[in-house]
């Protein structure tokens, strides 16, 4: 089993930061909890007070943008993942 909080794996990324995930799905409360709380799942200092929301015209879908300060690359494994898992997602970015 790889362990990724070794320091030796692969990222574009330099940890610690500050990063913006987003996330798509149909507009309703649901949602935006199911986003922000799998996000928290992750990232217990996750706050709401970061979430951006932008609807589509019609406003039945909503992006779920959520800016959190990651300190190692499992964390955004582990969001992504538990996201694209759930039916309610639509797309991830």
Known sequence: ?????????DT????PC???LKA???HCE???DLVFNITQKHVPDASRE????????GSKFVSVKIKFYATHINQI???Y?????????LMTL
């Open 24 to 26: 798509m799905g149909r």
């Open 30 to 32: 649901e949602f935006i």
């Open 1 to 9: 089993m790889t362990d990724l909080h070794h320091p030796d794996i």
């Open 12 to 15: 574009l990324i330099e940890f």
């Open 18 to 20: 500050d990063f913006e």
């Open 81 to 89: 993942g538990d996201l694209n898992e759930h039916p309610d997602v």
């Open 77 to 79: 494994h582990g969001i």
């Open 50 to 57: 970061n979430i951006r929301l932008n609807e589509s015209k």
